[in-house]
């Protein structure tokens, strides 16, 4: 078989502190797919990166702050950044984020 494939049971779920944690799911050196859980309260803090990124909201409610613009997004609500756009989030409701990164983040490896 031609895949990476990663068994959700399989793949760990890494305490980040501050009330988030992180599963790095599937991913080629194109693209990778990265589940973030957030307890309320927790903060991903503004950043940028030089990836283009897609979140897709799984359950809870965030507050985003995408280049200096606020939008509050629950559950099936999707964003995307562009490159080098500083982007963070607040959790107002315990949740779940998707995260669809292009290339990969080396860095979460």
């Known amino acids: ?8 049971r399989d793949a760990p779920l890494n305490d980040l502190g501050g ?3 992180r599963r790095v799911l599937a991913h080629t050196d194109g693209l990778m797919i990265v589940e ?3 307890e309320a309260g927790g903060v991903g803090a503004t950043h ?3 990836h283009r990124q897609n979140t897709y909201v799984l359950s ?4 985003f702050t995408v280049d ?5 997004v ?3 609500d999707t964003l995307a950044f562009a490159p ?3 982007h963070g989030t607040l959790c107002l409701e315990a949740g779940a984020l998707l995260d669809v990164f292009a290339p990969m983040r080396e860095d979460f490896l």
């Open 1 to 8: 078989m031609n895949a990476n494939i990663v068994y959700h």
């Open 19 to 21: 009330g988030v944690s």
């Open 36 to 38: 973030v859980h957030f």
């Open 48 to 50: 940028t990166h030089p």
């Open 60 to 63: 809870g409610r965030f507050r």
């Open 68 to 72: 200096g613009e606020d939008a509050e």
């Open 74 to 76: 629950g559950p099936g």
């Open 84 to 86: 080098d756009v500083p």
